[in-house]
């Protein structure tokens, strides 16, 4: 699976951005997709995941209610809507796939197997 991000920009704080990822390959439709975030100087941090339907998601903590994933496998492609941003959501955002497990929605780095690579996200105050 090959993933190719797209959408970031600069924002001012409250506005919105939608990311895209565009997966190549045949086993999108199996493979449960992540967004993962990494500030300067800071590691990697969750922020969304979605199974391989689109019926089951799961958000970090710090952007839940104001970011909203989503997939649609006929394109192969899941987006991640940010509203409401904040200085704070600043980084390189990272889409992320992996094979699906057992209704499981994995959260952490090490779990995922292919990589985007990565587009930046820069919310002004």
């Known amino acids: 699976v090959q993933l190719q991000a797209s959408g970031g920009g600069l924002v001012q704080a409250g506005g919105s951005l939608r990311l895209s990822c565009a997966a190549s390959g045949r086993t999108f439709n199996n493979n449960n997709m992540g967004w993962f975030r990494q500030a300067p100087g800071q590691e990697r941090e969750f922020v969304a995941a979605?199974?391989?339907?689109?019926?089951?998601?799961t958000y970090a903590d710090s952007v839940k209610g104001r970011f909203t994933i989503s997939r649609d496998n006929a394109k192969n492609t899941v987006y991640l809507q940010m509203n409401n941003l904040k200085p704070e959501d600043t980084a390189v955002y990272y889409c992320?796939?992996?094979?699906?497990?057992?209704?499981?929605?994995?959260?952490?780095?090490?779990?995922?197997?292919?990589w985007g690579q990565g587009t930046l996200v820069t919310v002004s105050s």
């Open positions: 979605i199974n391989w339907s689109g019926g089951t998601t």
């Open positions: 992320a796939s992996r094979a699906a497990y057992r209704g499981t929605l994995y959260t952490l780095p090490r779990n995922y197997d292919y």
